[in-house]
Nanobody, 116 residues
Framework: QLQASGGGLVQPGGSLRLSCKASRMILSVFTTKTWNWYRQAPGKQRELVASFTTDRTTNYKDSVKGRFTISRDNVKKTVYLQMNSLKPEDTAVYYC?????????WGQGTLVTVSS
């Protein structure tokens, strides 16, 4: 259901934009999900990074506030995570998630590596 892309290798201070496309999801379902980006660094637990709720509220992990922005494009049925001022500690596999009380969808991970 969900296809994540946009990861890669970037230097500290650089930017990346992750995309999560839900091409097969009907629009009425797409807009009634809470959209999340999680990440999992090597040897660590998966953690919630950013959320976009059904009432268009956004929430962020403290360590990414002011640097990351989550957004939703209903026309393209795509959710984005714009990541600026990247730090080595942002290195992880990033996963998109579409949540509702009925069900829960996950995209495949996309690897973000921040290194000089």
């Amino acid at each position: 259901q969900l296809q994540a892309s946009g990861g890669g290798l970037v230097q500290p201070g650089g930017s990346l934009r992750l995309s999560c496309k839900a091409s097969r999801m009907i629009l009425s379902v797409f807009t009634t999900k809470t959209w999340n980006w999680y990440r999992q660094a090597p040897g660590k637990q998966r953690e919630l990074v950013a959320s976009f709720t059904t009432d268009r509220t956004t929430n962020y992990k403290d360590s990414v506030k002011g640097r990351f922005t989550i957004s939703r494009d209903n026309v393209k049925k795509t959710v984005y995570l714009q990541m600026n001022s990247l730090k080595p500690e942002d290195t992880a596999v990033y996963y998109c998630n579409a949540w509702s009380i009925d069900n829960d969808y996950w995209g495949q991970g996309t690897l973000v590596t921040v290194s000089s």
